[in-house]
């Protein structure tokens, strides 16, 4: 019994107006409420993208999400919905020197996620993003370390992962749907085998 999908949200993502409350109210994205997600980012210009969050120590204003004419990828989970998770990149990313502008999503070449949401509905108090999300990170270092395509060095905890500077700008299939299909298996088979006491407990 398949309960998770995967999908490309590539275009949807590029459609939503973050700034436009409407935009993505209206979206049939606001339906994905629980999830796994895989992102790439692509940098072409000389300044950094980075978050707005200010370092204590340094006050210097955000981490690298990714670096001048670069690439990274991002991957996590979300609670609340895909597109609150979504929209909180919209708000803080941004490339020096200018904080206001706006540069989410046009810089996501690729976005993947794994819907969820089926299982928080057959199992109310049950949340598969924050259970499952250990086992999607760690397939994904897994996999992008075996491509030989990360940038020697990085903690594996660490939530940007940046790409050599060797691999092309045009990573259209950086990774394969089925093995990203394969993990969405693997969490159906999981959550199939308690499930029935889930739903007892429920």
Known sequence: MALSKLFDLTDDLARINFDNKKSWETSSLIDIKNGLYLMLFVNSSDHE????????????????????????????????????????????????????????????????????????????????????????????????????????????????????????TKMHDFVEKTFLESIGRSIDDSFLIFSEKLFKSS
């Open 49 to 168: 993208v980075r978050d707005k969050n200010i370092n204590k120590k340094t006050g210097a204003i955000g981490k690298t999400i990714v670096q001048s004419n670069s690439m990274s990828i991002k991957y996590g989970k979300f609670e609340a919905g895909f597109i609150p998770r979504m929209q909180g990149y919209s708000q803080h990313l941004h490339r020096l020197p200018d904080l206001n502008l706006k540069i989410f999503p046009q810089i996501v070449q690729k976005c993947y996620c794994l819907d969820l949401t089926p299982m928080i509905r057959l199992a109310p108090r049950f949340n598969p993003a924050a259970i499952y999300e250990s086992l999607w990170n760690r397939c994904l270092h897994l996999y992008f370390k075996d491509q030989g395509i990360l940038l020697e060095d990085q903690n594996m905890r660490s939530e940007y992962r940046f790409l050599k500077s060797s691999c092309s």
